[in-house]
């Protein structure tokens, strides 16, 4: 199985700070197709995830641009820029290359 | 507006089986391979299976193959997952998906307890 190892499992933060998530693959995540079916999740309190980045860098529709994904392989980042209150939450990076696809363990964005 | 709404969930004993469903509105439905996450009380996200658009194709995590099998009927936009000989270890909260995570339900527990 694909592990996919996300750091800090936490990240305390003020507002209009930036943070960065690191996400690291034990595998290429790049498909037979060359795309890289590598995504990062919001999950607020209590709610559904959402996505916010598909394939690595392409923003979901409505997701503001201070969310950017970067990355390449088995090596990725999501950047949040100016952070604001409604961004707290879990953070998960999920890849949907190799069956069984796999989630990373979370970042938690807190208030500092 | 997209909008996936699961329904099926509740308490069930151990070894006993259990039918999720999940109704697809305001998108095309039979274009896109879909799937069930799951996420056990306090944990994090555990995929459990993804269909194919046409329903031709399907795969499950080790964990639950043999026991589980995700279906889909496009002529209704539902998808489907039975899940039989259930285990405390299968106790979550399931959401219905599409194959690259893009809409989200809003998830249904099971809880798998005598």
């Known amino acids: 199985d694909v592990v996919m190892t996300q750091t800090p499992p936490s990240l305390s933060v003020a507002i209009g700070q930036s943070v960065s998530i690191s996400c690291k693959s034990s595998?290429?995540?790049?498909?037979?197709?060359?795309?890289?079916?590598l995504h990062w999740l919001l999950q607020s309190s209590g709610r559904s995830p959402k996505r916010l980045i598909y394939?690595?860098?392409n923003l979901d529709s409505g997701v503001p641009d201070r969310f950017s994904g970067t990355g390449s392989q088995k090596d990725f980042t999501l950047k949040i820029s100016r952070v604001e209150a409604k961004d707290l939450g879990v953070y998960y990076c999920?890849?949907?290359?190799?069956?069984?696809?796999?989630f990373g363990a979370g970042t938690k964005l807190e208030l500092k | 507006e997209v909008q996936l709404v699961e329904s099926g969930g509740g308490l069930v004993q151990p070894g006993r089986s259990m039918k999720l469903s999940c109704a697809a509105s305001g998108f095309t439905f039979s274009n896109y391979g879909m799937a069930w996450v799951r996420q056990a009380p306090t944990k994090g996200l555990e995929w459990v299976a993804t269909?194919?658009?046409?329903?031709?194709?399907?795969y499950y995590r080790d964990s639950v193959k043999g026991r589980f099998t995700i279906s889909r009927d496009n002529a209704k936009s539902t998808l489907y997952l039975q899940m039989n000989s259930l285990r405390s270890e299968d106790t979550a909260t399931y959401y219905c998906?599409?194959?690259?995570?893009?809409?989200w339900g809003q998830g249904v527990m099971v809880t798998v307890s005598s």
């Open positions: 998906t599409s194959a690259r995570y893009g809409p």
């Open positions: 394939q690595v860098s």
């Open positions: 999920a890849q949907t290359t190799h069956f069984p696809y796999t």
């Open positions: 269909i194919s658009y046409d329903g031709s194709s399907t």
């Open positions: 595998q290429s995540l790049v498909y037979s197709d060359g795309k890289t079916y």
